[in-house]
């Protein structure tokens, strides 16, 4: 300081202290890469898994639409029979009936990307969105068709239960029944052509009608969505 040289002691420690906030945003800068590098990582194994369960998925829609389709034909020839001679009390009793069912949706995969904390989907940002509209918009949506179908034959069930009176209709083998066979056969026959169980079954049709297109759309939907995602993947690795 006597020698007037505060100047020079004083740009040296602003340069000391330059160097270090420099090396401190390199240190950052790397430690901020190698967890990009490791969430890029993750996030790969995530979308593998998410390929597969929307692989899983596919087969779930194939078996349902196999079973709405075949549903649909029977109904179509049972209703479109003019005369019942041919059926059983068995038969006809099935033939009667409607029923419904659900897809299974697998969503581990979906579960991992939402707990994993990544926040940066980098060059996966495009297929992570149409990832979360699958799972948060098409699965919902498919999933409200099948349980209005549900309620739908709830209310057939409640038909055949409680306010159809002329027939016992057995739901479980090995009940015995009141009626003979061939009394039922006359009865089941009568309500073939009669309006209500008619109008049941055609209910029933229009609603198979409604997910066999909405199971076609939804495949073809995944199988998009699915190879987007393993383009990503080849792509970015």
């Not at 990582?41 to 075949?70: F, G, P, W």
């Not at 409680?162 to 479980?172: P, Q, R």
């Not at 699915?226 to 993947?233: Q, R, T, Y």
């Amino acid at each position: 300081m006597e020698k007037n040289k505060t100047g020079k002691y004083i740009k040296y420690a602003i340069g000391e202290i330059v160097l270090v906030v420099i090396g401190i945003l390199i240190a950052l800068q790397i430690n901020n890469w190698n967890e990009s590098r490791k969430d890029q990582h993750e996030l790969t194994n995530i979308l593998q898994n998410i390929v597969t369960d929307m692989r899983v998925d596919a087969l779930s829609l194939k078996d349902n639409l196999e079973y709405a389709n075949e549903e649909n034909k029977r109904i179509k020839m049972f209703l479109n029979n003019k005369d019942y001679s041919g059926f059983t009390r068995d038969s006809l009793q099935k033939s009667l009936q409607v029923y419904s069912y659900h897809s299974i949706w697998r969503t581990s995969g979906f579960d991992n990307l939402k707990n994993s904390g990544i926040t940066e989907y980098g060059e996966y940002e495009k297929v992570v969105k149409r990832i979360k509209d699958y799972y948060d918009q098409w699965i919902p949506m498919i999933k409200s068709l099948e349980d209005d179908f549900e309620q739908s034959v709830i209310k057939s069930d409640d038909y055949w239960r409680f306010e159809e009176k002329s027939y016992e209709l057995i739901y479980e083998s090995g009940l015995h029944s009141d009626q003979s066979d061939e009394a039922a056969i006359v009865i089941l026959t009568a309500l073939a052509k009669s309006p209500i169980p008619r109008k049941i079954l055609i209910t029933n049709y229009q609603f198979n009608e409604e997910l066999i297109g909405a199971y076609e759309s939804y495949m073809l939907g995944i199988d998009g969505t699915v190879k987007e995602i393993e383009d990503a993947l080849l792509e970015v690795n």
